[in-house]
């Protein structure tokens, strides 16, 4: 026999603002160890300096499946920057086009990712990436101490 009562559930966003607070507590971890939600929201900031030498430009193009940042050269010593937000699946990726001409004349060639979050997020850098561009390749880090060799230039191309 019933006693008229019904069971009452929580309405919908109740049951979300519970989901959303295991999110943000350590009752649910990130399924990246190193990543969390306080994480998210945090902008970025790439930056890019020609350290290749004197009277040597360099010229680059870095893009994302969704931003081309356009054609820069910039001279020696010189820097250019950009900035965006990791996306909710960390799959953020900006890769980058570098070229510069040798005393010979011969074009320098290379293109590889300039940032990944999962790759880079914690690892290489967390808010500030420096690329420093040099003879012998790509250096990267969070600041000049911590900057090491990432990739070398493409000799296929020359």
């Known amino acids: 026999m019933s006693s008229g009562r019904r069971r009452l559930e929580p309405p919908l966003s109740t049951s979300l603002f519970m989901f959303v607070l295991a999110l943000s507590s350590n009752w649910c971890p990130s399924a990246y160890s190193t990543f969390s939600v306080n994480d998210w929201g945090e902008r970025i900031t790439v930056w890019v300096t020609n350290d290749l030498g004197p009277n040597t430009p360099l010229t ?23 900035s965006f937000t990791i996306n909710f699946w960390w799959t953020t990726l900006f890769w980058c086009n570098m070229w510069w001409h040798d005393s010979n004349g011969q074009l320098v060639y290379a293109s590889h990712d300039a940032y990944k979050a ?21 250096y ?6 911590s900057e090491k060799l990432m990739f070398t230039w493409d000799t296929t191309n020359q």
């Open 60 to 82: 680059f193009h870095c893009k994302s499946k969704d931003d081309d940042l356009g054609e820069r050269t910039l001279a020696y010593k010189q820097s250019w920057n950009w």
């Open 118 to 138: 999962k790759r880079d997020y914690r690892e290489h850098c967390r808010m500030d990436c420096f690329w420093s561009i040099r003879k012998d390749g790509w």
């Open 140 to 145: 990267y880090g969070d600041d000049a101490q």
